[in-house]
């Protein structure tokens, strides 16, 4: 199987006490086994950040931007952002994105100016992956200016797998419903920490998955760009 490619309610208390919640998570991995781990592994900061945004005015702000600042991503804004794609929100593995029995067949890689890292849920962290030319291929493959300014690209991957023996030919659709709801997470984090975001869809597979050195049984799905807004972004 391929893929081809109102409420005022303040969201503090919940997002404070899932946070703490990604810290103490030890259950074991769900990374694919075909896949070496070659880079360090190390702990991302409390995303606790998110703890003043309110739901609703996060709703009504947020919007698609293509053009964005020079400046980076500090740490703290990735975790953020890697925590309300994928984070872990209970005891026993869930996560803030929902999954079609509970299976999280996604896997999340972030690619800065100067780094790659692959987000590994349980505990927060992140595996640094030593690969220098990632960032220019995976712009490349996108091919749009959006990815080429903004701070961080987001791909998001999946290993089928994990999914196909419990629902069979549905599999590829709750693979794709889950990508969404966790792009949406993404996006609405980035909006709640005055980031600008777009997702895309339109990219080359294979160059991707190429340029991550992704094994053959894991997928990439869809891509979110995030940075600084500009001052004159286009938005939509």
Known sequence: MRFRGASTIALGAVLLAAASMAACATLPETVDAER???GAVSALPDPGNLSDARLVDVLGQRRSTRTFGPQPLNDSALSALLWAAQGVTSEWGGRTAPSA?????????VLTADAVWHYLPHGHRIEILPLSGARPAVEEAIG???AAS????????AVP??????YG??????????AGHTAQNLLLAATALGLAGVPMGAFADRAIAEALG???AQEVIYTVAVGHPASASTER
């Open 101 to 109: 029995g509970a299976l999280y067949p996604l896997e999340l890689y």
């Open 150 to 157: 903004a701070a961080a690209l987001v791909v998001i991957t």
């Open 144 to 146: 749009q200016e959006a």
């Open 36 to 38: 070496s781990s070659s």
């Open 214 to 216: 992704l094994p053959s």
């Open 161 to 166: 797998e994990r999914v196909a023996p419990k």
């Open 169 to 178: 030919g549905r599999a590829e659709r709750y693979i794709a419903l889950e």
